[in-house]
């Protein structure tokens, strides 16, 4: 079992930035798979980027490729999904997930994770 919490969420104007952390408790951190996913009322929830357990290959979604950075700490059981450029589409409740064995085809897809975080609200006005 993994425990995760988000923080970081608010409101910033367009072209802004901002940070999210995801804090994880109980299991080994490092062994976990590392997701941010996003929704909107109405709409599914939306892949946005993941990082591999090891820390070594990180996928992202096209429309944020290039402006969000997810990485992690190991030693302080967090990881973050830094947001540079924001745009008013990118508004959404951000939510991190985790999950312990996660072949590369699934990294995309929420159905591929267990557990997950309650959110945070990211609004960036125009």
């Known amino acids: 079992q993994v425990q995760l919490v988000e923080s970081g969420g608010g409101l910033v104007q367009a072209g802004g930035s901002l940070r999210l952390s995801c804090a994880a408790s109980?299991?080994?951190?490092?062994?976990?798979?590392m997701g941010w996913f996003r929704q909107v009322p109405g709409k599914e929830r939306e892949f946005v980027a993941a990082?591999?357990?090891?820390?070594?290959?990180?996928y992202y979604a096209d429309s944020v490729k290039g402006r969000f950075t997810i990485s992690s700490d190991n030693a302080k059981n967090t990881v973050y999904l830094q947001m540079n450029s924001l745009k008013p589409e990118d508004t959404a409740v951000y939510y991190c997930?985790?999950?312990?064995?996660?072949?590369?085809?699934?990294?995309?897809?929420?159905?591929?994770?267990?557990?997950w975080g309650q959110g945070t609200q990211v609004t960036v006005s125009s």
């Open positions: 997930a985790a999950e312990l064995i996660l072949t590369a085809n699934l990294y995309g897809s929420p159905l591929g994770y267990d557990y």
């Open positions: 990082l591999s357990w090891s820390g070594g290959s990180t």
């Open positions: 109980g299991r080994t951190f490092s062994s976990y798979a």
